[in-house]
């Protein structure tokens, strides 16, 4: 059975105070897929600059990454070099996850994980 009704804006937040924390959680995760797209494109165009470069972007990230595998393994930093993929294929894998919509919502993230409030 279909039902339709009409509700304004603040009758609509009502209605969602009113929801359970699990009922929320589904209301935020349909709202975070839905508008998933838009706040993409917002957030690549807000850091879109003329400062940074591909070259730039792929030393700072690799040192990082260096970095951060050392202190997890303990290894001297002419071993981590060897066994990272570069910093550049691992960008060009990501953002090709990104584009085709190999992606989970940030909701999903946090699914079997219980939060004590």
Do not use: Y
């Amino acid at each position: 059975m279909n039902v339709s009704i009409s509700i304004d804006f603040s009758q609509l937040k009502t209605a969602i105070a009113q929801c359970n924390l699990e009922e929320k959680l589904e209301l935020l995760h349909l709202l975070e897929k839905d508008t998933f797209s838009v706040r993409f494109k917002k957030l690549l165009h807000s850091v879109q600059t003329d400062e940074l470069n591909l070259e730039d972007i792929t030393q700072e990230v690799e040192a990082v990454r260096q970095a951060n595998h050392q202190k997890s393994q303990n290894l001297p930093s002419q071993e981590t070099s060897q066994e990272l993929e570069p910093a550049a294929e691992s960008f060009r894998r990501g953002w090709d996850d990104v584009m085709n919509g190999r992606t989970k919502p940030i909701a999903e993230l946090w699914d079997g994980i219980e939060v004590k409030i």
